[in-house]
Every structure is written in structure tokens, then in C-alpha cells.
């Protein structure tokens, strides 16, 4: 877990816009003992390679809890197969913070992930997969792997996922940090 925790920090190094929430990194915070949970997105995992910060959670990923906000009732069944997030710091994290949250989501192939919006400050950093990323009224864009995405607080956004897997680690900060969703768009939108 120290090796993956290592390779998330060193990732989030590489992002100018990620400076001022790094600050706020727990160094010596409180390390939770998480039950662990699978999901059936977690299977895309085994797609992704073992090198990197992506192999480092593959690796680790069996001693996460993996969880998710939504329900059948918000996107659809079929969104649950391929949607799933694991949280490594934060209100529910392995390492407790309170001033922000990080973690990483997975989206398997073709899922559309409607536009949706949170008081929380955003960045996420694609890992693996090439999504198509709107932001407020916006076109959809594709980003690539190691392009970081800001949101700012109640900007909504929406992800069309490609034939790979995504998988996006994030960073939140402000509001309530365990806050679900607003839901704006629904699905196919
Ligand atoms: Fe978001």
C-alpha cells in the first residue's frame, strides 16, 4: 500500500494545478483499516498493464474498498456494472483527511457518465483509456493519459468512456468530501 500511495503522490507531482492540494497531503494522519470490496468494474484492471502508478494499484486493488455513490435509480443498472471508485485519502480513506479526498475511478469501455456536478473543487488525472470529457456547455474532448481535467465547484462535467477502460485518479477539496452528486444530464446525454 506504501508503494501504491508512493506512485499516486508521484503522479499528482506532475500536475501544476494539483501544487496547492498536495499541501494539504496527510503526512502522519491516521491509517484506517478498510474492509476490502470488489466490484464487477474491477475486472478491467487486468487490462491496464503492471507498470506505473497503474500496475502499483492493479497490485493492490484486492486490499481496496471499492464503492460507489450511485444507485440503479440515478444511470441505469448497466452503469454499475462499469463504474466503481476506491478512495485513498480522505473522510472514508486509507489515510484520513478532512481536507481533501483522493482516490481513483475506473469507468469500463462505452459507459457514458452523464453530466453531474459537486461543490467540491476537482482535478482528475487520466492513468489509462482515452475518455471523451465535457465541461459545463462544452464540446466533449478526448484526454489523453497525464492530462490533468480542473473542475471548479458546481462546473458540470460528463465523461463518454472509448473502447479502453478508463481509469482517473482525483483529487477533491472543499465541501462536503463525501457529498454524492448532483445529477444534471441523463444517460446517453
Ligand atoms: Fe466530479
Redesign the pocket.
Known sequence: MQEMMGRVLEAWAGVPEAASFLAEWPQLGPRRVLEPATLPVCRWLQEMGSDGVVGAIRAASGRLQWRQTYGAGDFGADFLTGYGWAEFIGLRGLMASERIACGILLLAPGIVYPA?A?EAE?IYLPIHGEALWQQGQGEFKPVPVGQAVH?ASWVP?AMRVGSEPLAAL?LWRGGDLAAK?VILGQQGA
Open positions: 453531474h459537486h476537482e473542475h462535467h482525483y452528486s
